[in-house]
């Protein structure tokens, strides 16, 4: 059964950080592209950053390049995001998911992904 386990969110300040896990199993982790997508209230789901299965290829949404950085350690089954330079309108609950396919290298979009954890709440507030 495939399964993925957020943790690490929590308040902080403007300008803070916090680091986001993603632990995965009941798959072959590292035959999976495996992404972090956010959705604030009253907000649809977007695609923050993902990650290839061979480690070899990044995306990152352009409100978060130069600020966010997501690594996978396969032999740990985690995927990790990096968020530094937090602001407010980067509040939502953060999810991680895997690609579809194993084919795919990376995606921003949800509906290319298949399994989902139960997401982890990040507020960003003074």
């Known amino acids: 059964q495939v399964q993925l386990v957020e943790s690490g969110g929590g308040l902080v300040r403007p300008g803070g950080s916090l680091r986001l896990s993603c632990a995965a199993s009941?798959?072959?982790?590292?035959?999976?592209?495996i992404g972090w997508f956010r959705q604030a209230p009253g907000k649809e789901r977007e695609g923050v950053s993902c990650?290839?299965?061979?480690?070899?290829?990044?995306y990152y949404a352009d409100s978060v390049k130069g600020r966010f950085s997501i690594f996978r350690d396969n032999a740990k089954k985690s995927v990790y995001l990096q968020m530094n330079s937090l602001k407010p309108e980067d509040t939502a609950i953060y999810y991680c998911?895997?690609?579809?396919?194993?084919?795919?290298?990376?995606?921003?979009?949800?509906?290319?992904?298949?399994?989902w954890g139960q997401g982890t709440q990040v507020t960003v507030s003074s």
């Open positions: 998911a895997t690609l579809r396919d194993p084919d795919y290298v990376c995606s921003g979009s949800p509906l290319d992904f298949g399994s």
């Open positions: 009941g798959f072959t982790v590292d035959s999976y592209g």
């Open positions: 990650i290839s299965s061979s480690n070899d290829y990044t």
